[in-house]
């Protein structure tokens, strides 16, 4: 039996655990708290702070897996290189995850090395460096964390008085022990694009249709597949997550991000696992679920083709206060009640204001149209309250 230990266990763990466990695997889930949605169907558990490397050494001598799978940021990722040099695998590698981490090392990787198409950008490490970076990047512009996750700490600079803001709100936001941002130049984007890629040790580099996506407060609110996107640009993108994932080497799905422009693709970012965006496929758009996939690649099973299975979309449902308690949900009746739909509950045990408690889902055929299920799944999302 494969032994694997899962660094950080959200909603997006949750279900590869639940793809992991069908393919005979026995995981270890472990996060900052208790009761996470991944430890609720794990074979056990483990709560420590993620970024203290002696807490991640005894994890690893306790359990001693075969992988590794990080999930979140927040994590001592030099440490992950210690444990790949004594043969524990790394998903997908430990330098994956150290340069995807860190928003610097991944855009300096691409920009710089690569040659990828990316916005203009700079670093800044105290406000009066930002300052200095916004005068030579110009307004407007984005400021984000080196490391954080789900939009936090990202906002966008709009006038000179929103610097000082936007300082504060990333340090908010960041996660980990080291503050720096990125500021980067707005690209004037009509829309956004996750392109699921699959790297195999016994098979080719492999793509999933692209899905589209909507943010706000810099976290995702809806995606659907497939994103409408000209065959050429397509191409290029494809092109550009081939190259990046090939310099980052390693098996596993990642969530490669573009913005699409009236003058062609940028490459945007870069996740190595399963991206949030991607929940859209838990509506049966592909044969294989982006945690299936995730879960074939990282145990080596062949994947012999992903196809287009039908239409959807998926919605949030949001929390609208905090709270420690485990919270209830209200109105699944009345989200059970529509045709070709459904929804999936995360479990989080606590809420806060915009947290993600679960996701709206509708799908059709392959001529389904995508504005009418985008309605529907945010009509599911929409009956659920999180009290």
């Known amino acids: 039996m494969r032994?694997?230990?899962?660094?950080?266990?959200?909603?997006?763990?949750?279900?590869?655990?639940?793809?992991?466990?069908?393919?005979?695997?026995?995981?270890?889930?472990?996060?900052?708290?208790?009761?996470?949605?991944?430890?609720?169907?794990?074979?056990?558990?483990?709560?420590?702070?993620?970024?203290?490397?002696?807490?991640?050494?005894?994890?690893?001598?306790?359990?001693?897996?075969?992988f590794i799978i990080p999930e979140i940021e927040a994590i001592r990722t030099e440490k992950l290189l210690e444990f790949e040099n004594e043969g524990i695998t790394v998903v997908p590698s430990a330098k994956a995850v150290n340069f995807t981490m860190d928003r610097k090392a991944i855009r300096d990787l691409a920009a710089k090395e690569l040659g990828l198409k990316t916005a203009n950008y700079r670093y800044a490490t105290s406000a009066d460096t930002l300052r200095k970076a916004v005068e030579d990047i110009g307004i407007p512009c984005v400021v984000k964390p080196l490391m954080s996750s789900s939009g936090k700490g990202q906002s966008t600079i709009k006038t000179e008085e929103d610097i000082a803001k936007a300082w504060k709100y990333a340090n908010e936001g960041a996660r980990g022990d080291k503050m720096e941002v990125i500021v980067e130049e707005f690209i004037p984007f009509e829309s956004e694009i996750t392109l699921l890629t699959v790297t195999q040790s016994n098979g080719p580099t492999l793509f999933c249709p692209p899905i589209g996506h909507r943010q706000e407060r810099g976290d995702y609110q809806e995606s659907w597949q497939p994103a409408e996107v000209k065959t050429e640009w397509l191409t290029e993108a494809q092109n550009m997550a081939d190259k990046v994932t090939a310099e980052l080497k390693g098996n596993g799905l990642w969530g490669v991000e573009f913005f699409l422009t009236k003058s062609g693709v940028y490459f945007s970012e870069l996740s190595p696992r399963p991206h949030d965006t991607g929940m859209v496929t838990l509506a049966g758009t592909q044969n294989f679920s982006e945690f299936e996939l995730h879960a074939r690649a990282i145990l080596g099973l062949p994947i012999p083709k992903i196809r287009l299975e039908r239409n959807g979309a998926n919605a949030v449902i949001l929390a609208s206060k905090e709270s420690t308690a485990w919270p209830s949900y209200t109105g699944l009746e009345a989200a059970a009640n529509f045709d070709y739909a459904d929804f999936k509950i995360f479990g989080k045990p606590t809420t806060r204001p915009y947290r993600r408690m679960g996701v709206g889902l509708a799908y059709g055929d392959l001529n389904a149209d995508l504005d009418e299920l985008r309605k529907k799944a945010k009509q599911v999302a929409d009956c659920i309250k999180v009290n």
């Open 3 to 66: 032994k694997i230990v899962l660094l950080g266990s959200g909603e997006l763990g949750k279900e590869l655990v639940i793809s992991l466990k069908r393919y005979g695997c026995m995981v270890i889930a472990v996060d900052s708290y208790n009761n996470a949605p991944a430890m609720q169907v794990a074979d056990d558990r483990e709560v420590i702070n993620m970024l203290d490397g002696d807490a991640l050494r005894k994890v690893m001598d306790k359990h001693r897996p075969d």
